[in-house]
């Protein structure tokens, strides 16, 4: 994962997103957020990635509250916070005892106030003291829930998370060419350690917050990837509406010739679902969310289209890589 973009991938454009764990194998090469709206005077703004080639949308840290994010706050915030939930646990219950040495992470966790923190940037946490201002020494800890129910929207989940915040105002954006947004992202990456499918999976949440002037209309949000599943050149995609959920899977029974970094015969597939999305306009007489329901209470949007982009150089000029933000 990586602060500021283009996820999955390292910085000198190696997959990182290895299936299963130390073999060598990638099932994806890359993916990113994207988003795009239309102001008051129906001027695009957007912000997207792809591989970080052609340059940046995003960049670290917290939007300030005269809408900017100066150099020294995306140095601060160029971090990615690392907690086990175990760790945590032991935490709060051992902050106090002699000895005990709080983890890096925790005791420098970016939350209001944090003396031991040189950015707060609102990560979530349970203020044991109800002062208002995070200190793990007095037993305060990040989100996760341990001793009620969890709000997905808030704590912190899984059995190891990652954490860190972005913006789009830190600079131009270089990637799409488009105007900022003024939004601020809150991602949370997780996943858990179990005895079943579930452990074979990787969970990624996205808080938007629009700091900017503008109220926006005709907002479009993406999960963006480039699947590569093993070896990139016989893979196809499809989608399956009822699940929300996009997929990549082997052209053939054997993927490539069994090489280094292929999977050989009886390839797996890989598929990215979304499980929350925001709310759907009320009343538009359609079943956002596949359930069997129009207009139900709350209706979130989920998965509303599946479009794939063909690579530079191939098919039509018009479905080849974005180059312009009109392109993404």
Known sequence: MNVGGGNWIDLESNA?????????IHSFFSSAFWIGAKDEAEQLHLAAMQFRQSGMDYW????????????DVCIENDRIYKLNRWAVDECRHRFNEVGYVIPTDIMEWPATGNANSATHANAPFFDVDGNGIYD???????AFAFDGPTNRGYHLMGDQCLWWVENDVGGTHTESGADSLGIELHWMAYAYATCDVLNDQTFYRINVINKGTHNYHDAYMAVWADPDLGFAQDDYVGCEVMRNLGYVYNGFDVDGTGGPQQYGAHPPAAGI??????RAPENDGIDNDHDGEVDEWL???MMSRFLFHNNSGQGNPA??????GQDY
């Open 136 to 142: 793990a020494t007095t037993g305060d800890y990040p």
């Open 60 to 71: 670290p840290g917290p939007i300030s509250a005269d809408g900017t994010v100066s150099v």
């Open 299 to 301: 209706e979130p949007l």
């Open 273 to 278: 679902g979304i499980l929350q999305g925001p």
């Open 319 to 324: 479905t080849q890589n974005p180059n312009t």
């Open 16 to 24: 990182s997103y290895e299936v299963p764990k130390g073999s060598g």
